[in-house]
């Protein structure tokens, strides 16, 4: 009974000005604590210090959130946490800090811990106060509740205006780590007064959120990114399938599986699926090895320059400078692989095949690697190597399956021979694309848009002038020199010719399509001054501050407009795709410069790298690139978030937020 009391007081705490468990003391229509406000401001930088003294025998609830009143059980807390609101001057204030509070245990048939200060409960808050601005009208509501051990609870309200700067007693115990930049924190669900004690949402005390904070959901639109990253698995496997390194196991198979199927009267059909099997479970198995390791390193400069020179290492093997071949000890674990039968063989079969081809696969597979770690975690990793290792796998399969028709295809010869080359110029324009990754982290300014383009331009040309035979190997048609072209190689050669001037019109300053423009770096020769932090230089639509947080966070203050952060990367493809094509849209463009100012952190090198990966992981609790997160800039609340590419009408709807 007394529980349910109890209960009942509290809930009409902010309705009657007295209210107890048993009758209020008589004439009573005064607070029972008694509040200062002091500020201090030096240069913009202002201080603010409010002291609540409860009368002898009274205490204050903790606050800013019913969350704070105690450890619970949560049900229990029945009162009502201390609040304070400042206004009467133009400041972007940070969050506060309560001074500790004592714990108190009370018993209304069910034990309940609850937060209180006794005697007088210090609350301290920063802001950063704008320009031309004044303290002078500073004044702070303080909303609560003073309790004693009877039972009794009185409503506390009262208005304080500023009392001046205070004594230095007063700022001496001022928290030296407290900011002017509020924390961080993801959107709350409806029920956020009943968060675990300690994770306390927005209130009055953080200032005013937006109302579509609880309402909005977390809108997650990865799907056409993972399409692409399971394009690029393909890609890759196929371009693996051309190297020379998987040529040696072509014969063993055949050799292995039509000695198979003369022994066997049931066929093959089951050893060819394990076979399978085994190169795809390798390969997801390195992918789950290694990926976590990757996942560290995958954009690190360094990783991407070691990648580029494989590249280039392969180009130069495609060329025929250079031999690649499988190590003799490789060769003959394949030899020994196939000497077993059963399942057991060509399970060992399968993953020999891998191990024997990584000679070639490994910048493929760094490559796919690195991507799949940008986009997520070990998961997409997997699939990603999965749908790699199955691209290699089926033409093997198919060969395990028909060993005996494989010498009615078409022999290798001429157009075997230039196809290698042709890939070999492609290795060269991939190298210049992973060194042009290390050069937007390391910010060199060496490969601009325009310098990347031109190389690729360069690169293509003369792959197009070898289709054509402008350009010959030596001995490359034996003894004598062929003084024609054929048909389809011609037709090749051209189409490679028109991308190589594609190139060299968008490194004159013309727009190009999506795809090209986020392959190309996102800074121009005229336009480079450096990738530092701070708001950004160059034309723009809309204010863009780079790197930095708390920046950003201060200008969509003094404008009064949201904060779009906008985690992405300097190696980021699909970062680029949105950045370079979708926020230029007019509608977007539009929608950006009336209600937002963006903070585009990126998580994969510069300054601030450690800083940004920890704001994303405190805002989004994912390292996948790109993802946005719409912020209220004044309490620090997370209102919605969307990951992955968007087309113009998806973006837009996440701007504008829920319908309420």
Not at 39 to 59: L, N, Q
Not at 117 to 135: I, K, N, Q
Not at 644 to 660: D, H, I, M, S, Y
Request: hydrophobic share 45%; with cysteine.
């Amino acid at each position: 009974m007394q529980r349910l009391l109890a209960l009942v007081l509290a809930a009409c705490a902010g309705t009657f000005p007295t209210v107890s468990a048993s009758a209020a003391p008589a004439g009573q229509d005064e607070n029972l604590a008694a509040a200062s406000l002091f500020a201090r401001a030096e240069g913009r930088d202002v201080r603010v210090v409010v002291r609540i003294t409860a009368e002898p025998g009274w205490y204050l609830y903790h606050g800013p959130t019913k969350a704070d009143l105690g450890p619970g059980p949560e049900d229990e807390l029945v009162g009502m946490p201390t609040t304070v609101e400042l206004s009467g001057a133009d400041v972007a204030w940070g969050d506060w800090r309560y001074s500790d509070p004592k714990q108190k245990e009370y018993d209304f048939g069910t034990p309940v811990v609850m937060n209180v200060h006794v005697g007088t409960l210090t609350l301290w808050r920063r802001g950063t106060l704008a320009e031309g601005a004044s303290l002078t009208e500073l004044s702070a509501r303080i909303m609560g509740q003073t309790c004693e051990d009877s039972g009794t609870c009185v409503p506390y309200e009262e208005q304080v205006e500023l009392a001046g700067p205070g004594p230095d007693a007063v700022f001496a115990a001022f928290p030296a780590d407290l900011t002017a930049t509020p924390k961080p924190r993801s959107a709350a669900p409806p029920d956020a007064a009943r968060a675990p004690p300690g994770k306390s949402t927005s209130s009055a005390s953080r200032g005013s959120a937006n109302p579509g904070a609880t309402g909005a959901g977390d809108e997650v639109g990865l799907e056409a990114s993972l399409f692409a990253f399971l394009l690029s698995a393909v890609f890759w496997g196929l371009f693996t399938l051309l190297m020379p390194c998987t040529y040696p196991m072509i014969p063993i198979t055949i050799s292995y599986f039509t000695k198979q199927a003369d022994q066997r009267r049931t066929g093959t059909l089951s050893l060819s699926l394990a076979y399978g099997a085994g190169i795809v479970l390798i390969f997801v198995l390195i992918g789950v090895l290694v990926g976590p390791i990757v996942i560290a390193f995958a954009a690190h400069p360094v990783t991407n320059i070691v990648i580029g020179l494989l590249f280039l290492v392969f180009a130069l093997t495609l060329f025929g400078v250079m031999t690649l071949q499988p190590p003799a000890f490789l060769m003959g674990m394949a030899g020994t692989a196939s000497q077993k039968g059963g399942y057991i063989g060509v399970f060992l079969m399968g993953a020999t095949l891998v191990v024997t081809s990584f000679t070639c696969t490994a910048p493929f597979v760094g490559a796919l690697l690195g991507q799949g770690a940008g986009q997520g975690g070990v998961g997409r990793i997997a699939l990603g190597m999965a749908v790699f290792g199955l691209t290699i796998a089926v033409p093997f399969v198919f060969l395990s399956m028909v060993p005996g028709k494989v010498k009615a295809m078409p022999k290798s010869g001429e157009w075997m021979h230039t196809l290698k080359v042709w890939l070999g110029f492609v290795e060269v324009a991939a190298a210049i694309k992973f060194v042009s990754n290390a050069d937007l982290v390391w910010n060199w300014g060496w490969l601009s848009r325009e310098n990347f383009l031109w190389l690729w331009a360069g690169t293509f040309f003369a792959a197009a002038a070898y289709l054509f035979a402008w350009i010959r190997l030596k001995d490359e048609y034996g003894s004598e020199e062929s003084s024609a072209v054929s048909p389809r190689r011609m037709v090749w050669g051209f189409a490679t010719l028109l991308f190589a001037v594609y190139c060299g019109y968008g490194a004159l300053g013309n727009k190009v399509d999506p795809i090209l423009t986020a392959m190309a770096p996102p800074y121009s020769n005229a336009l480079h001054v450096g990738a530092g932090a701070g708001e950004s230089a160059g034309p723009q639509t809309h204010a863009i501050v780079k790197d930095d947080y708390d920046a950003a966070v201060e200008r969509a203050r003094r404008e009064g407009k949201q904060l779009l952060v906008n985690f992405t990367g300097f190696t980021c493809i699909n970062c680029r795709l949105m950045e370079e094509n979708v926020f230029p849209l007019p509608a977007v463009r539009d929608a950006l410069a009336r209600g937002f100012v963006e903070a585009r952190l990126h998580t994969d090198g510069g300054p601030a790298e450690a800083r940004n990966k920890e704001l994303q992981r405190e805002l989004t609790g994912s390292v996948a690139n790109p993802i946005y997160v719409v912020v209220d800039p004044r309490s620090g609340t997370a209102l919605r978030k969307k990951a992955g590419f968007a087309k113009e009408e998806t973006f837009l709807q996440f701007l504008r937020g829920p319908v309420n």
